[in-house]
């Protein structure tokens, strides 16, 4: 059967709104629901900038007193500290300014009933201080490996020495630092 076409109505089809212009809505409407909620969160304006300054001090006077009013409380524990008894007893660290070499030979004389040792490195790893060692070894000086235990860990200490004069101590420092090793001196009780 023909249909008529002549008697019909063309609508004009909308054009759809653009996506952004549906972003731009749903932003400003999230934006209105947070101002909202902000709004709803402040404290009441009815209290003073001063009497909410009030407040807060005498919480922080409260807490305080508190704090005095409990002296040493038994939770407290010190810490356990077991330095003392870990470093031996006849080292002694020397600062670097020290061991600098005195500017007249009347101090150097005063200074030779001391003997000196170097310690270039400590390693978890034995293998580490043996690398160390023959470092050390190819720079022309005798080291050795010391094994101590600090915490239960065990550590390899590579020490250079003694040695009996500031001169000799420096000089052998020298060397370590020009070839980028890191020692430190000790001196021996």
């Not at 549906?22 to 902000?38: E, H, N, P």
């Not at 001169?167 to 020009?178: I, P, T, V």
């Amino acid at each position: 059967m023909p249909a008529d076409y002549k008697s019909r109505v063309n609508r004009k089809k909308k054009k759809p709104l653009p996506g952004f212009i549906w972003m731009i809505g749903g932003l400003s409407i999230g934006l209105f629901i947070a101002f909202l909620v902000y709004l709803d969160k402040q404290p009441p304006t009815d209290i003073s900038f001063v009497d909410a300054v009030k407040t807060d001090l005498d919480k922080i006077k409260q807490q305080k007193a508190r704090i005095e009013s409990d002296p040493d409380t038994p939770n407290k524990q010190e810490p356990k500290f077991n330095f003392y008894t870990i470093l031996p007893e006849l080292e002694v660290l020397i600062p670097e300014e020290e061991i600098r070499p005195p500017e007249s030979k009347e101090q150097a004389e005063s200074q030779t009933g001391k003997r000196y040792i170097l310690q270039a490195g400590s390693f978890r790893n034995r293998q580490d201080a043996e690398k160390l060692k023959a470092t050390v070894a190819l720079l022309g000086l005798e080291a050795s490996i010391n094994q101590v235990s600090i915490n239960r860990e065990q550590w390899h200490r590579v020490r250079i020495g003694p040695v009996n004069n500031r001169r000799e101590l420096n000089a052998n420092l020298n060397l370590l630092h020009r070839n980028n090793i890191n020692a430190m001196a000790m001196e021996l009780k």
